[in-house]
């Protein structure tokens, strides 16, 4: 979908549920921005002074630095504090820092603040993921210093990894995982497999990428709903997703997989390979993906370097299409954004995305992989959604919407029939 990028793979061996989509995710600048004016500049400057004090405590893994610009009467928020600081001891936190984006003051010695937080993964992040929070700040009344009195998500933001509980890291070759409340063992199975995914995915996409991904594994699938901002009834049986910024600047944020537990353990080793290779390859082409983009390119594009190299027969890939084409219900159109909702109908929603896989293997079969790519770097390319298929099936494929939906159809009847 325009502008997200969540990938959804039903938990049970070869009948996978992939869905891609990009959850928007702001590029954090490093320090302190200017405030609103509603600020007195004397609060402003002791804000960013504050949250310096707290980003320099969290490079240098200061607990006690942490916590004394917390109150301290606030008790609950002190303890908190203190469990996320202990929870943060093991990530290798390249950068962190605050950007103040509003003041609003309530009288002289109570203030809100409106922050992004901006951090960065040594060695894996090129360029922070950012978070927006909402902290709020008194003054004590004898020493005259400000205090931190509450820290919590901005409207529509999700709890953050260090929330849920003491992260286990872990190091692959090609992959980092962070976990919550999982066995030291079911971590580094996820980090053997990713390690796996990303050569795959390097063998798939031409151009050059990072060559790493950073995978989270809450305990939960509540857990990875809270890392989303979302119920997390929207993702049972999700076994994975994955967050970052569309855009072919090259200067997007760094992506996040995050996997659900509950729903990825009951896959095969299998599933679980194509999972981590289908939202790795998302990492990979995040540059070339834009609001542009249609999901059935996204997700069929995963799909496509997720299965290149499988020995499946497309029934076996694709069983909810096979079992409708069979019954003479061939799809009339390429699956739309709407069709890949994870609030949807199950088999609606596989159909859409074998229907996307079975579109770039129809580019790869009859036009080449060169053609595919060239295909999707067009697409990606293009000023809007308006117009952007139709002008790379042209200038690309040499063909029409119309024609290339005709030969999909005839496709899917030859494959799967």
């Given amino acids: 979908m325009a502008g997200q990028g969540r990938t959804a793979v039903r938990a049970r061996e070869g009948r996978r549920r992939a869905a891609g989509a990009v959850l928007a995710v702001l590029l954090g600048a490093a320090g302190c921005g200017a405030p609103a004016d509603r600020a007195p500049d ?44 202990a929870h943060l001891a093991d990530v290798p936190i390249g950068s962190w820092s605050y950007r103040v984006s509003d003041l609003d003051p309530h009288g002289a010695d109570r203030v809100t603040a409106e922050v992004r937080l901006g951090y960065r993964i040594k060695d894996y992040d090129a360029a922070p993921v950012s978070v927006d929070r909402v902290l709020e700040l008194e003054r004590d009344a004898e020493d005259g210093r400000w ?101 072919g600047s090259g200067k997007a944020p760094a992506d996040r997989v995050i996997v659900n537990p509950e729903a990825y353990t009951m896959l095969g080793s299998f599933g679980q390979h194509v999972v981590l290779t289908h939202e790795t390859t998302h990492v990979a082409t995040r540059a070339r993906t834009s609001s542009a983009t249609p999901s059935w390119l996204s997700e069929g594009f995963a799909d496509w370097a997720a299965y290149r190299d499988e020995e499946r027969t497309a029934a076996e890939v694709a069983p909810e299409l096979a079992d409708a084409v069979r019954a003479g219900e061939v799809p009339a159109a390429l699956p739309t954004d709407e069709d890949f909702g994870f609030a949807g109908d199950a088999d609606r929603l596989a159909r859409a995305y074998e229907g996307g896989w079975l579109a770039c293997a129809l580019i790869a079969d009859e036009w080449g992989e060169a053609k595919l790519f060239a295909f999707y770097r067009a697409v990606g390319g293009h000023s809007g959604r308006d117009g952007a298929v139709e002008q790379a099936l042209h200038e690309v494929l040499g063909t029409t919407p119309q024609d290339f939906t005709a030969r999909w159809r005839e496709y899917l009847r030859s494959r799967l029939g």
Wanted: proline share 4%.
């Fill in 42 to 85: 004397t609060t402003a400057r002791d804000v960013r002074a504050i949250l310096d004090r707290r980003a320099d405590a969290v490079l240098h893994h200061d607990p006690g630095g942490y916590l004394a610009v917390v109150a301290p009467d606030a008790t609950a928020l002190r303890t908190a504090q203190r469990r996320e600081i």
């Fill in 147 to 247: 205090y931190l009195t509450a820290d919590r998500a901005a409207a529509g933001g999700g709890r953050q990894l260090w929330e849920q509980g003491d992260i286990e890291v872990v190091r692959g070759s090609h992959s980092l995982v962070l976990g919550v409340g999982r066995s030291r063992a079911e971590l580094d199975g996820i980090a053997a497999t990713a390690d796996a995914a990303v050569p795959a995915v390097s063998a798939a996409w031409p151009e050059r990428w990072a060559g790493r991904v950073v995978v989270l594994v809450p305990g939960t699938v509540t857990g990875m709903a809270e890392l989303l901002g979302s119920p997390a009834a929207n993702y049972r049986g999700i076994a994975a997703v994955t967050t970052g910024e569309t855009g």
